[in-house]
């Protein structure tokens, strides 16, 4: 049985966009939100981007200790499906106030290059006290 082009074109189409449909609707994968002493992960969201995977998100102080160390970041990763750290970028956020009274939440953004989520099985999000090692000894300071 033979199919005339514009019948075959539009089986192709539907095929497609089935298709399509069933990638984009894909659950994100899970981001495990690693809170630290005087500072609360509120949120986090990992998106697609030209120039890898996204992730962004709202942190917070909860005013249980005094001044945040000048060293304190965010270290954001990237895990494969079978578990396995893909990539790891350190990023900061704007600032959160020293004052213990105004938790006002800050933005962070970082992007992971050539990283797409659908190789991502994990994404994690933590607060780190100390310098990253890629900072060497500025973040001694």
Do not use: C
Request: charged share 20%.
């Amino acid at each position: 049985m033979s199919l005339e082009p514009k019948a075959l074109l539009a089986v192709t189409t539907a095929l497609l966009s089935a298709v399509a449909g069933s990638v984009l609707a894909s659950p994100p994968p899970p981001i495990e939100r690693l809170d630290g002493r005087g500072v609360r992960i509120l949120t986090a969201t990992a998106r697609d981007s030209d120039q890898g995977l996204r992730v962004f998100g709202l942190v917070r102080r909860d005013g249980s200790v005094g001044p945040l160390p000048a060293t304190a970041h965010l270290d954001i990763s990237a895990f494969d499906h079978d578990g396995r750290m893909m990539a790891t970028v350190p990023t900061r956020w704007a600032s959160l106030t020293a004052s213990l009274r105004h938790r006002d939440p800050s933005r962070f953004e970082a992007v992971i290059p050539t990283v797409n989520l659908l190789r991502v099985g994990k994404v994690q999000v933590r607060y780190q006290a100390k310098a990253h090692a890629a900072e060497g000894a500025e973040g001694a300071r």
